[in-house]
């Protein structure tokens, strides 16, 4: 199938790029690099653009006859969507809605999109259920909410086939070491716990331990990103016009911080300095998947283990210190 990878520079993008060129797929990457890295996609497939280039897109989606869309471009760092929604309802929104007219002018019927269990906001229950209320809590949340909501509206109206994958936290590296996690700033636990491991970092912090949890650190349901690559491929292969699919992509398995932290140390053979801070505004206690349904509607569910997607980053960021260096 020829299909357009928004976003395919960076991290999840990037890990579904491999595994669809892999699996013999045409594809092309779409990225402005604002985050991206330009050696994390192929160089003959990288098309260095913006969503909100509507007649750059309409034009790509003619030239090599796109069937498909996976969208992975947006920004994603839910702090500083609280300090400046505007920057996230403009490139995540009117970006994607762009996005959406172009396929439309084209008749480009499927579209697979990051959504994220932040849509779900504070959970009344754990596992997480599909049909668990959208109540975000904060702007990037509900940036990903509307278009959920979009995508649905396009469908009934437009015919659009959509796959709404809520992510759960992506963690992890490719298996062969050349791609991994490289976010500017980085705010992800895993990578600043190895940074702590390669000396880059005195100590790591653990936002907050009195929640109500048996460690009362933070629980999160932390899945490979080779695992949301596979379930990508997988939802693709179910797609059709007017099809919606919804579903969250996790393991089901909860970790607390400082469960993490543990493994990190197991895996790097490195004791990690750790200090027990403050909560961390916005963060619901638990967030873990109940990935049920996404097993059942595309035959997919996590297989890497805990261990093995930490070894997975250990040996991306001791490799690659300074990331892509770019
Ligand atoms: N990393 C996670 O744990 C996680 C969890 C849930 C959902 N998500 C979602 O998954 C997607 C990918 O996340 P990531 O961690 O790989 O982020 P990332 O920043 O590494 O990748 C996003 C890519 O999109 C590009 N981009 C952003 N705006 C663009 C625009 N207007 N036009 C063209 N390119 C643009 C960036 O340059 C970057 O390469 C995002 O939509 C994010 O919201 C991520
Ligand atoms: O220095 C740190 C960094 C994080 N944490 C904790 O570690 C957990 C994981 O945090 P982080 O890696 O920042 O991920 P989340 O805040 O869970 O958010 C990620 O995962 C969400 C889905 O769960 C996505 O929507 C977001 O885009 C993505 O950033 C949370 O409990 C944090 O409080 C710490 O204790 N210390």
Redesign the pocket.
Known sequence: MNILVTGGAGYVGSHAVKCLTANGHNVWVYDNLVYGHKAAAPADRLVVGDLHESEKLVKLFKEHDIEAVMHFAAY???GESVTDPAKYYQNNVVGTLSLLDAMRECGVKKIVFSS???TYGVPQQVPIPEDHPQSPINP??YTKLVIERAMEDYRHAYDLGYAALR????SGASADGSIGEDHTPE????P?VLDVALGKRES?????TDYPTPDG?????YIHVDDLADAHLAALKQLEPGKSLKLNLGTGRGMS?KE?IGICEDVTGKRIATVL?E??EG?PPE?VANPQTAEDAIGWKAKRSMRETIESAWAWHSSHPDGFAD
């Open positions: 994603a760092f839910v994220t269990c932040a990037y949340g992510y759960f936290n992506a705010t992800h636990l895993i600043l790591i912090t653990v936002f907050g650190s933070c629980i999160r349901d911080v993490v801070g909560r961390r963060d967030l």
